[in-house]
T-cell receptor, first 118, second 115 residues
């Protein structure tokens, strides 16, 4: 049972337009959410995060929105650039107790492959 | 430069031949972790370590061992590799506590093929 779901395996966007990547979660105890970006042949790199006490966090062209009632978050990239083409992972975190001793665990989505076309 | 290094980057081996994938970080991070990435299954945690001499199982620990004798190093050991361990492996590290914990730094990955 996947607790963090990225329902779109891929997304294609024109350069300069907005990219919107979505992520849904099922566990209401998640209190911190992160987005990572991964290029081929490299490890994931941290992109942006948001605490559950906020509903928006912005960093340059990247904004993450959190809708706790819907258990949904989204990453907006504006404007999209060809260098943004990568796989984007959504991850969620919560503290114990239900992680039974592993109280600092990240739960990962399967990723969305973004292609930004020139 | 702050980084996590893994060696080797690529490895082809045969069933049963013991191997070690090394991981080293230069950021003085307490927390280190190993993941494997497989198509359709995403990133799954194998083992993690909260600090020196403190390790624990992740979601898929079977067939793997780890050790944490020094803060900077966290090797992944496959005592008797099998074909189902063919995967892309990532080592990661972070500071513990609060939000900083979750911002993990990843190595470049090790692609392992077990024949």
């Amino acid at each position: 049972d996947q607790q963090v779901k990225q329902n779109s395996p891929s997304l294609s966007v024109q350069e300069g337009r907005i990219s919107i990547l979505n992520c849904d979660y099922t566990n209401s105890m998640f209190d911190y959410f992160l987005w990572y970006k991964k290029y081929p042949a490299e490890g994931p790199t941290f992109l942006i995060s948001i605490s559950s006490i906020k509903d928006k966090n912005e960093d340059g062209r990247f904004t993450v929105f959190l809708n706790k009632s819907a258990k949904h978050l989204s990453l907006h990239i504006v404007p999209s650039q060809p260098g943004d083409s990568a796989v984007y992972f959504c991850a969620a975190s919560a503290l114990a107790p239900w992680f039974a001793g592993n109280n600092r665990k990240l739960i990962w989505g399967l990723g969305t492959s973004l292609a930004v076309n020139p | 430069e702050a980084q996590v290094t893994q060696n080797p980057r690529y490895l082809i081996t045969v069933t049963g031949k013991k191997l070690t994938v090394t991981c080293s970080q230069n950021m003085n991070h307490e927390y280190m972790s190993w993941y494997r990435q497989d198509p359709g299954l995403g990133l799954r945690q194998i083992y993690y370590s909260m600090n020196v001499e403190v390790t624990d199982k992740g979601d898929v620990p079977e067939g793997y061992k780890v050790s944490r004798k020094e803060k900077r190093n966290f090797p992944l050991i496959l005592e008797s590799p099998s074909p189902n361990q063919t995967s892309l492996y990532f080592c990661a590290s972070s500071l513990p506590g609060g939000s900083s914990y979750n911002e993990q730094f990843f190595g470049p990955g090790t692609r392992l093929t077990v024949l």
